[in-house]
C-alpha cells in the first residue's frame, strides 16, 4: 500500500431540509483512502452508505466540507469540472450492472474509454485486456442477455476500472449475487483492484466480504467510525 492519499474526505456533512426542521444524514464525516487501500463501508439501509459513495463520487455535493481527490479540492469545482474529474478519476461499480444491452462486453468497456478521449484502438485494446484478466477472454463479442449475472458483474467491475481511475466505489457490487457467484466476484474485483494500485470504498452488507478488505467502517448516527 502507497503512502500517497488517493481520496479524502475531511469534515463532511450532508443535510436534507424535512418540513420545519432538517435530516442529518453525514454528520462530520473523515477519512482518508492511499493508493492501493481497500475499505468496507458496512451498515443497514438508510444510515448513509450510498449518500456518501455519491459524494466521495462527486456525484452529489455536500452541505458542507471538503472532498480531495488525488490532491485536488473539488468542492468548489463547477458540474463540468466535476464531470471531467469524475470520467478518470473514479470508477463506480453499481449492485445492478447497468450494462448497455445493445453493446457486446468488449464494447462496454471501449465505450467509457473513448468518451474520456481514448483511440479506439488502444481502448480496444484494453478493454480485451482487462476482460482476459477476469475471465472472459471467450465472451468478449456476447451482449449483456447472453452472459450470467455473475459474468455481467465482471464487465462492469471492468468498465469501472478501463479508465484507470484513483478511486473505485462500490455500492454492494454482489448483493444482486448468489452466495456463491458474489466470493467469487468478490475475489476478481479485489485482485484486479490490488494489481491495478487502486483505492477502493465499497459498501456492502456482507460481513464476510467485508472482513477480507484491509479495513472495516461504518456510519453510526451519520459518523464514520471504525469496526
Known sequence: MSDHISLQLDSVERSFKQGTGRLEILRGVSLSLAAGEITALVGPSGTGKSTLLHI???LEQPTSGKVILDGQDCTAMDD???TIIRQTGVGFVYQFHHLLPEFSAVENVILPQMIAGIAKSAARKRAIELLTDV???ERLSHRPSELSG???Q???IVRALANQPR???ADEPTGNLDEGTASIIFDVMLNVVRQLKVSALIATHNMDLARRMDRVMTLRDGVLVEV
Open 154 to 156: 465482471r464487465v462492469a
Open 150 to 152: 455473475g459474468e455481467q
Open 167 to 169: 478511486v473505485l466505489l
Open 56 to 58: 466521495a463520487g462527486l
Open 80 to 82: 463540468s469540472a466535476r
Open 135 to 137: 475471465g472472459l477472454a
